[in-house]
């Protein structure tokens, strides 16, 4: 019988420890070491959580303009944005179409018919 010879996982093994050594020793101690004594600093403003509001279009749809600019105040009623009427016109007319074609195809029973005869 001939003797088969199987890879030696120790290779991988080794491999592993020195990936694992240098991820977490070599960055870790980096890490630990470096001085990191600067922040970059932005300006900003605090607003109340109560003050946002959230628009939503029951349907969804292409916003087409927006009528309103950041920090403006609104009153109930105003108008935000304008949507594309694309979409609501496309279904008008295939509503519109199956209403046409549903009014209009209706069989017509002419009494002389031999079919409908009894």
């Known amino acids: 019988m001939a003797k088969t ?7 991988v093994a080794l491999m ?8 977490f020793g070599v960055f870790g101690g980096w890490a630990a ?15 109340l959580e109560g003050n946002r509001r959230v628009v939503q279009h029951f349907e969804g749809g292409i916003v087409d303009e927006i009528l309103v600019q950041e920090a403006i ?4 009623g105003d108008i935000l944005l304008r949507l594309n009427s694309i ?6 007319e295939v509503f519109q179409l199956v209403w046409m074609l549903r009014t209009w195809s209706r069989p017509v029973f002419w009494p002389s018919a031999p079919s409908l005869r009894r």
């Open 5 to 11: 010879n199987k890879p030696s996982p120790k290779p």
């Open 16 to 23: 592993g420890y020195v990936l694992i050594f240098i991820t």
């Open 33 to 47: 070491v470096a001085k990191l004594d600067s922040a970059v600093v932005a300006p900003g403003t605090i607003s």
């Open 73 to 76: 105040s609104v009153n109930e």
């Open 87 to 92: 979409e609501a016109r496309s279904n008008l």
